[in-house]
Nanobody
Framework: QVQLVESGGGLVQAGDSLRLSCAAS????????MGWFRQAPGKEREFVAT????????YYADSVKGRFTISRDNAKRLVFLRMNSLKPEDTAVYYC???????????????????WGQGTQVTVSS
């Protein structure tokens, strides 16, 4: 089992920045890929960014590319999502997710991840 705990959400104004953190514990050695997803009210959960524990390769949704940066601290088993130039449409609950199996491709779907955190709310006012 892998436990994930997100933190760092809050209420900010458009144009501000936030950094979300995800702490992984438990059988973290079994997770190979980490991802951030978000879910706005009335909408489906959507992919935001993903990173590989080994090598640190990253991939982003087009809607956040150039504004968000995903990174990791392997030693501390932490994953971060730095969000710059926030927009009201970025308002959502942000979830950290872990996937155990890896076969050299990017994982962008909710059902491709095995473990999920409880989420942290990000609200961007205009």
């Amino acid at each position: 089992q892998v436990q994930l705990v997100e933190s760092g959400g809050g209420l900010v104004q458009a144009g501000d920045s936030l950094r979300l953190s995800c702490a992984a514990s438990g059988r973290t050695f079994s997770s190979s890929v980490m991802g951030w997803f978000r879910q706005a009210p009335g909408k489906e959960r959507e992919f935001v960014a993903t990173i590989r524990w080994s090598g640190g390769g990253t991939y982003y949704a087009d809607s956040v590319k150039g504004r968000f940066t995903i990174s990791r601290d392997n030693a501390k088993r932490l994953v971060f999502l730095r969000m710059n130039s926030l927009k009201p449409e970025d308002t959502a609950v942000y979830y950290c997710a872990a996937r155990t199996r890896y076969d050299s491709r990017w994982y962008l779907r909710v059902d491709e991840y095995d473990y999920w955190g409880q989420g942290t709310q990000v609200t961007v006012s205009s």
